[in-house]
């Protein structure tokens, strides 16, 4: 059974940096790609972020050159370092597992999550 557990969330100023991390439970990790979606109240699921088994990485145009995804295999460990944080990043992330090793970046297309951490950024 995969498990995965987000932390790192907070309340910040806009302009201020956070990390997020996502511990995962399991022998395949380092097999998959790891994601990172956000929820914002009223709003559909988004993708974030993404980091293939091989380190290479996807992100969303509204996060691109502001936020870093990476992984540690040894630690079974994901990474979300955000800088620059704008009040539109306010929402609960999530971490999720792709549901294959054929990696399509919408939700749909995960299908182990994280409970999710809160982040929230003041104006």
């Known amino acids: 059974q995969v498990q995965l557990v987000e932390s790192g969330g907070g309340l910040v100023q806009a302009g201020d940096s956070l990390r997020l991390s996502c511990a995962a439970s399991?022998?395949?990790?380092?097999?998959?790609?790891i994601g990172w979606f956000r929820q914002a109240p009223g709003k559909e699921r988004e993708f974030v972020a993404a980091v293939r088994w091989s380190g290479g990485t996807s992100y969303a145009d509204s996060v691109k050159g502001r936020f870093t995804i990476s992984r540690d295999n040894a630690k079974n460990t994901v990474y979300l370092q955000m800088n620059s944080l704008k009040p539109e990043d306010t929402a609960v992330y999530y971490c999720?597992?792709?549901?294959?090793?054929?990696?399509?970046?919408?939700?749909?297309?995960?299908?182990?999550w994280g409970q999710g951490t809160q982040v929230t950024v003041s104006s």
């Open positions: 399991g022998r395949t990790f380092s097999s998959y790609t």
């Open positions: 999720a597992r792709a549901a294959s090793t054929i990696v399509v970046l919408s939700p749909g297309g995960f299908s182990y």
